[in-house]
């Protein structure tokens, strides 16, 4: 079975990435620490996407999400979730309802 290594801390990741904004090379910064030079580079991407640096990829690819457009994204989909069990409820109650006040018949089906 392969050896799997803990993630690294992000402190240490920012620290990596401001190495490389401030000109250290990722092959250097590779050799000098453990990650690989691909994964620091993955790192500062994902520091540019986060920060809004980062200019979206072609549209076959995934343009990446900033901070601000993920957190938005995340309550849209909180909220949508929200309002769909809400319509639910309404739903079932007006259905309860209409067979209280004897608007609808108690059986699923009308033929």
């Given at each position: 079975?392969?050896?799997?290594?803990?993630?690294?801390?992000?402190?240490?990741?920012?620290?990596?990435?401001?190495?490389?904004?401030?000109?250290?090379?990722?092959?250097?910064?590779?050799?000098?620490?453990?990650?690989?030079?691909?994964?620091?580079q993955n790192w500062v991407a994902a520091a540019d996407r986060g920060e809004g640096r980062r200019e979206a990829k072609p549209p076959t690819a995934d343009?990446?999400?900033?901070?601000?457009?993920?957190?938005?994204?995340?309550?849209?989909?909180?909220?949508?979730?929200?309002?769909?069990?809400?319509?639910?409820?309404?739903?079932?109650?007006?259905?309860?309802?209409?067979?209280?006040?004897?608007?609808?018949?108690?059986?699923?089906?009308?033929?």
């Amino acid at each position: 079975m392969p050896k799997t290594r803990p993630a690294y801390p992000a402190e240490f990741r920012r620290q990596m990435v401001q190495l490389v904004r401030a000109g250290r090379d990722p092959s250097d910064l590779a050799r000098e620490f453990e990650p690989s030079r691909q994964t620091i580079q993955n790192w500062v991407a994902a520091a540019d996407r986060g920060e809004g640096r980062r200019e979206a990829k072609p549209p076959t690819a995934d343009p990446g999400l900033t901070a601000p457009e993920r957190d938005e994204l995340v309550r849209l989909r909180r909220e949508n979730r929200q309002l769909r069990l809400e319509r639910d409820i309404l739903s079932r109650a007006t259905a309860w309802f209409a067979r209280e006040t004897g608007v609808l018949p108690s059986g699923s089906s009308g033929s």
